[in-house]
């Protein structure tokens, strides 16, 4: 395929995928650690916990879902990936509900728990079965870097859209958290707030789905020579748990997604602790003005890319990334305007980690094809998605461990020094992340498929089409 410019409707079609994806997601990254922690008050140990159970069940269903669609024949007019994405829609939009509806009352302690576990698995089912298979249809749909990075800009840009959407329910979240004045029919307040929030975003992610699964989704048809072609599933996760170059660059993404997961998760309390602020607007604020610094400089990111090679402006953006993160730790207590502006800027290294990854991952992708003579996009995705998922325990871990040095060792206490508090969220903030970026930075360093190896690869690619 030629890298002439792609029409604007194949572009913006597919990547209206990008916001019930990341909204979702997002949407339970910023709220659900917060609702079961400070408002249902499972307890730190207990939430920490769940958290990790959920992650590790999350190493079994990420692998298994993206082999059953990478052995799954293509079904005429339903394609291969676009079927599992039609029967999922409706569940995954549910679980915005459900996450919030927890039908036991406050001294039923262990019911609530295992709601609580129950709940966020669930979703995560529904979640990976959709996000592996559209992630899977990107190398498919746009072979070369030129179609991907032009796409790329328009899926990362809506898929900040997307997070944007998820923070505005928190405009109905006042407060954000129960404080000491809190009466149980202020509390019964705040939670039916989270379900008005989740609802919200339920009904938007239909309505965005809906003509990416009618319009956006062109699959190829798939002979049967191509499909037995595809190995088996326990084959796939040999193979892919091998290729050294992908590992390489899958432990990259995971530790960029724990610096966000991690930013993510505390924003709240950041607001309510650091910010002084019982106004989830505030919140709102920070996050877009990050998400849409983001956005403006998705271009940028894609020219400096084209300029350094993907990989060498990836590890710029890390590098730059520890720089920006260090001035939460500046911020005195109360100053919105200022730990607005420390949020906002955090865009800047956002844009690149959001941008580079997928152009990076369709690289290996495409080396992988070129060994086996069939993209394997799902089974990588899906594993992928299993170690991405660690992420999630590391930055739960993070949280976890900080908070036993404080007043919120076992539970949530908003009558919490701000001294202990403003310690540990800066600490949560800057010197984790800031590890984490670091660590991302020496693996890259290490990554192959780039300059003329990653050059002659692509030249290869081209005597193959049908892996175009």
Known sequence: ????????????????????????????????????????????????????????????????????????????????????????????????????????????????????????????????????????????????????????????????????????????????????????????????????????????????????????????????????????????????AKNTTFLKFTFTNMLVWYVFNTLILILPLFGVYILLIDQGFIITISLASALIIAALLLPLHMRLGRKLGMRNAFMLTLGIWIVLLFFFVLIPLGNVVFGIIVTAIQGIALSGALFYVDIIHGDVIDEDALKFGVKRSASYYGVNAFIHRFSTIFAILTIGIVFQGTSWANDYNPLIPLSEVEFAIKTIMFVFPAIGCGIAIIILSRFPLHGEKLKKMREELKQHPYLQ
């Open 1 to 240: 395929m030629s890298d002439e410019r792609l029409p604007f409707k194949k572009k913006f079609l597919f990547a209206l995928s990008a916001i019930p994806d990341q909204m979702v997601y997002q949407f339970f990254n910023l709220f659900v650690f917060t609702y079961y922690f400070a408002v249902v008050n499972l307890g730190t140990v207990p939430v920490m916990i769940g958290f990790i159970v959920w992650s590790l069940w999350n190493s079994i269903n990420d692998p298994i879902l993206g082999g059953l669609s990478e052995r799954t024949r293509h079904k005429g007019k339903l394609g291969k990936r676009k079927f599992y994405l039609i029967i999922t829609i409706i569940p995954l939009s549910l679980m915005m509900i459900f996450l919030f509806t927890v039908p036991f009352a406050a001294s039923e302690k262990i019911l609530q728990y295992i709601y609580f576990l129950f709940i966020i698995m669930l979703f995560e089912f529904f979640y990976t079965l959709w996000d592996v298979n559209v992630n899977a249809l990107f190398p498919e749909m746009f072979p070369t870097e030129s179609h991907r990075s032009q796409t790329n800009v328009f899926v990362k840009a809506l898929t900040v859209l997307g997070i944007i959407i998820a923070s505005l329910p928190s405009l109905l979240f006042s407060p954000l958290v129960p404080d000491e004045t809190t009466t149980p029919a202020g509390l019964n307040i705040i939670k039916i707030n989270y379900i008005i929030g989740g609802t919200m975003v339920a009904v938007i992610t239909i309505l965005t789905a809906i003509p990416f699964l009618l319009k956006g989704i062109k699959e190829k048809d798939e002979d049967q020579e191509i499909f037995e072609k595809r190995p088996s599933f326990y084959q796939s996760l040999k193979i892919t």
